[in-house]
């Protein structure tokens, strides 16, 4: 079992958003299935972007399957209610787009969660969310709610080696359950 980060200034049961940052430029992922996903900027849906540091790792490996139960759930609560709004999760690391593909289809989630590429150029997302370790050349464990138009916010983060608390997570998609 991987450790824990401790709760985060938003986390926990009473996650609430209050101030969602402007949009950020566009920007689209070369995805883990070969298509083309809007990481920032306005999209067709609210989404969840659940940066990584690396695919084949214990931490990350941890966190996506309590991820895709979580998703799993919200979808399917999302589906009982009478707004339903779509929502999509995007899992992004900087590797290929081959590798998430092998790693999500390892861990039993590439029908559930959707693996981004941030490998080239060599972590622009990430950067763009200030989410990237220029030391280790990996993004940090960091994820955050975007709005249909764009517009996101900072949802859960952890240390190196810590997972995000599973909390912080539930909260975020409970809330694109709602439709946020």
């Known amino acids: 079992m991987s450790k824990r980060a401790q709760p985060n200034i938003?986390?926990?049961?009473?996650?609430?958003?209050?101030?969602?940052?402007?949009?950020?430029?566009p920007i689209s992922l070369v995805d883990h299935r070969g298509g083309m996903r809007v990481v920032a900027g306005p999209a067709a849906s609210a989404r969840l972007l659940v940066f990584v540091p690396g695919a084949f790792t214990p931490v990350c490996a941890d966190e996506l399957r309590e991820l895709g139960?979580?998703?799993?759930?919200?979808?399917?609560?999302?589906?009982?209610?009478?707004?339903?709004?779509?929502?999509?999760?995007?899992?992004?690391?900087?590797?290929?787009?081959?590798?998430?593909?092998?790693?999500?289809?390892?861990?039993?989630?590439?029908?559930?969660?959707?693996?981004?590429?941030?490998?080239?150029?060599?972590?622009?997302?990430?950067?763009?969310?200030?989410?990237?370790?220029?030391?280790?050349?990996?993004?940090?464990r960091r994820t955050f709610l975007l709005r249909a138009d764009g517009s996101s916010r900072l949802v859960a983060s952890a240390r190196p080696g810590e997972a995000r608390v599973r909390a912080d997570h539930a909260a975020a998609l409970h809330l694109l359950a709602e439709g946020l």
């Open 10 to 25: 938003v986390s926990g049961e009473g996650l609430i958003v209050i101030e969602f940052a402007p949009p950020l430029e």
């Open 69 to 140: 139960e979580l998703v799993d759930s919200a979808r399917n609560a999302a589906r009982s209610s009478a707004l339903a709004p779509g929502f999509e999760v995007f899992v992004v690391a900087t590797d290929s787009a081959a590798t998430l593909r092998a790693w999500l289809h390892d861990l039993g989630a590439d029908g559930v969660l959707t693996g981004c590429s941030d490998f080239w150029p060599h972590g622009r997302a990430a950067r763009a969310y200030r989410a990237f370790d220029e030391g280790s050349g990996a993004a940090t």
